[in-house]
């Protein structure tokens, strides 16, 4: 009893006699004070008095692959602020490679009784993983949101960013650029949102009359390492250009081509996905297609309050913004838009017309007509 004191009271910064008085209920400690007390309790691990109990923090488990990634940082910032204006506590939880598990941390946070949970690139995506944490979360009817596509039988609602429209415009976007050996390097084979891409990559590639060989797709861990290998090879294979499945793979691809003696963009063009932070300050500057962030993450804290304020939330997948019909406005919202660095450029063998041809079709689309909030923006010199 007393170690715990003494842990919540430098915590929290005040005296142990403070935190006595919280946890045996006695007056003469402000509400802030309190509630400082009882969130740190939550924090440590320590379970709350039965008389405190129906007063417990509000607590929201944030569970990430990892935070090398700059995409996650990102979602987790957006996350983050968007709980604590809501009245709620985020606590981040990473998995690592032979550390702490997900399924770990569920059972963790299911302990700690938090108001709900959100996940962000995990398990659930990958069709081939144990999914049973998922089924003890659904068994508590635990508030809780996945960001992403996830496989069909979960169950819980999901905000995705719209896969098929990112693989159609960076395709689209080497395309007019006249490259015809375009290859796609995605993540795992089971992993869902790199399954909807490379049926999109592929479907669009039928329609326009692009033959895809057998060195056209890789699939890969989501890390520079796997990206550069399998980049290797395509390179090898004399593709043009490449989509890739994150920011990160899209580094390795680059590392790839110059490890061939190839340039980038002059020999191999590439595109990310993702719209990390630092990416226009790689050389050359990363072209890469945007996920809605900020949309994403908010869009997600509001169906998991709504959730624990009681609404009914179906178990549906919501794209946070949509599609633009052809010739749309340039202020229309978009699913997906491409941010232009200077890792593409017109294929050597692109005829004149291809190379400053305009592409205008339904769904999302690339426009520079307005450089005050363009669909593509260049990155600085």
Not at 45 to 70: A, F, H, I, K, M
Not at 207 to 228: I, Q, R
Request: with cysteine.
């Amino acid at each position: 009893m007393t170690r715990r004191l003494a842990e919540v009271a430098k915590k929290v910064g005040v005296s142990e006699a403070t935190v006595s008085r919280v946890l045996n209920g006695k007056p003469g400690v402000s509400d802030a004070t309190r509630e400082a007390v009882l969130t740190a309790l939550d924090v440590l691990g320590y379970e709350r008095p039965t008389q405190l109990r129906g007063d417990r923090g509000r607590l929201v488990g944030l569970v990430l692959p990892e935070l090398q990634n700059p995409i996650f940082p990102a979602f987790a910032e957006v996350v983050g602020g968007a709980l604590a204006q809501q009245g709620f506590t985020s606590v981040l939880c990473t998995r690592t490679v032979g550390g702490v598990s997900e399924s770990d941390y569920v059972d963790l946070l299911l302990q700690q009784h938090v108001s709900g949970m959100v996940f962000a690139g995990g398990l659930y995506a990958q069709g081939d993983a144990s999914h049973s944490h998922y089924r003890r979360v659904l068994e508590r009817k635990l508030p809780t949101v996945l960001v992403n596509a996830a496989v069909e039988h979960l169950g819980f609602p999901q905000v995705s960013c719209d896969d098929v429209a990112a693989a159609e415009i960076a395709l689209a976007h080497l395309m007019a650029l006249g490259h015809r050996q375009v290859a796609m390097l995605l993540g795992p084979p089971d992993h869902v949102p790199s399954q909807r891409k490379l049926a999109a990559f592929r479907a669009y590639a039928a329609a326009n009359g692009l033959e895809l060989g057998p060195d056209h797709v890789e699939h890969t861990m989501f890390s520079l390492e796997g990206g550069h290998a399998a980049a290797t090879r395509m390179v090898a294979a004399g593709v043009t250009g490449i989509i890739c499945a994150s920011d990160v793979l899209a580094l390795g691809a680059i590392r790839a081509a110059r490890r061939a003696g190839l340039s980038v963009p002059e020999d191999v063009s590439v595109i990310g996905y993702d719209d990390s932070a630092l990416m226009n300050c790689v050389d050359p500057p990363l072209t890469t297609v945007r996920q809605p962030i900020d949309a994403m993450g908010r869009a997600a804290v509001e169906l998991l309050v709504a959730q624990i304020d009681a609404a009914v939330v179906p178990g549906d997948e919501l794209v946070p913004c949509t599609t633009a019909p052809a010739m749309a406005a340039p202020e229309a919202h978009q699913s997906a838009t491409i941010t232009a660095g200077r890792s593409t450029r017109p294929s050597v063998s692109a005829s004149p017309s291809s190379k400053t041809s305009s592409w205008a079709r339904p769904g999302p689309q690339i426009s520079h007509a307005r450089p005050t909030t363009p669909l593509v923006s260049a990155s600085p010199p």
